[in-house]
């Protein structure tokens, strides 16, 4: 099955378990959504949900309207490191990070300019982190409707999402704030490492 996706930022559960188990196609052709998980994600801290959000610089035209695939991230303030000590802290006492934190760091390091393209980049690490290669096949055009593949681009709404049944598993701070459910795909890779890929494919999508 075809499934038309955003490139999301270090995607939600939920969109990685669709990414593994279906032929993707990435939107690129659409308009930059603010509140969207396109610059953000959600973790889980000793405090709780906690949002990694990337600062973009806006430079809408006369609609004040920008195309994703132009959207450019904000390096004047470095988010890059905020977020990664913040990863650091969160999990650092989880069973896998040390494992994979030579493959996660890098990203955390360029000077990279392009949302989308560092979008990817991400996606790309966690499939290689996984064992899986994710399609890089894009969009040509936009398509309000898709008529040949199966259109799960809600997925990156933030703030409409879909009630998802998601098997429960170990998280860092569980006895303090219980099974948070659909996290970043970070959240996934470090509590359960080498398990990871067979949890996705176990996981129920209902669309």
């Known amino acids: 099955m075809k499934l038309l996706l955003h490139p999301t930022y270090f995607p939600n559960i939920a969109t990685?378990?669709?990414?593994?188990?279906?032929?993707?196609?990435w939107e690129v052709k659409d308009n930059f959504q603010k509140q969207t998980y396109r610059n953000r994600c959600y973790i889980c801290t000793d405090k709780g949900r906690h949002m990694l959000n990337i600062p973009i610089k806006h430079a809408g035209g006369e609609e004040g309207r920008q195309k994703y695939a132009d959207v450019h991230m904000d390096n004047s303030y470095p988010w890059k490191k905020q977020h990664w000590r913040t990863l650091e802290t969160a999990y650092r006492t989880s069973p896998f990070f040390e494992f994979y934190e030579d493959d996660i760091r890098p990203l955390f390091e360029g000077d990279d300019a392009s949302?989308?393209?560092f979008n990817l980049k991400t996606i790309e690490v966690i499939g290689n982190c996984i064992g899986v290669t994710i399609g890089n096949a894009q969009t040509d055009t936009f398509e309000l409707e898709p008529t040949d593949k199966v259109d799960a681009r809600f997925l990156a709404e933030a703030k409409k999402q879909r009630k998802m049944e998601l098997e429960p598993y170990p998280q860092v701070f569980e006895d303090r704030h219980g099974f948070l459910p659909n996290l970043s795909i970070l959240d996934l890779?470090?509590?359960?490492g080498t398990n990871a890929l067979d949890y996705l494919k176990l996981q129920p999508l209902d669309f």
Do not use: P, S
């Open 16 to 25: 990685f378990a669709a990414l593994v188990k279906n032929e993707v196609i």
């Open 115 to 117: 949302l989308l393209d």
């Open 189 to 192: 890779l470090f509590n359960e």
